[in-house]
Nanobody, 116 residues
Framework: QVQLAESGGGLVQAGGSLGLSCAAS????????MAWYRQAPGKQRELVAS??????AQYGDFAEGRFSISKIYDYTIHLQMNSLKPEDTAVYFC???????????WGKGTLVTVSS
């Protein structure tokens, strides 16, 4: 069973920066994708950014140019969020997905609050 340890998040003023990290344990998969999703109250969960084990990254439209995802080392990623806006307020969830079996594992989420 893969477990995800999320860290970071918190309260920041608009225009500020925050970093989120996620570490997966319990997997030996060589090919995987890790991602950050977010869900604001009353809204659907949406992709923030993803990165593969080969370090290929993708971003949600709203994240382009402001957020940056990186693979620190195997099974650990970091999301740097800059120029934060109040609309970025949400619970941010880390996801780990294997390629071979297409198994998905989710973290419990971490709250990011951006004050205006």
């Amino acid at each position: 069973q893969v477990q995800l340890a999320e860290s970071g998040g918190g309260l920041v003023q608009a225009g500020g920066s925050l970093g989120l990290s996620c570490a997966a344990s319990g997997s030996s998969s060589s090919h995987y994708t890790m991602a950050w999703y977010r869900q604001a109250p009353g809204k659907q969960r949406e992709l923030v950014a993803s990165i593969t084990s080969a370090r290929v990254a993708q971003y949600g439209d709203f994240a382009e140019g402001r957020f940056s995802i990186s693979k620190i080392y195997d099974y650990t990623i970091h999301l740097q969020m800059n120029s934060l806006k109040p609309e970025d307020t949400a619970v941010y969830f880390c996801k780990f997905q294997t390629w071979v079996r297409s198994e998905e594992f989710w973290g419990k989420g971490t709250l990011v609050t951006v004050s205006s």
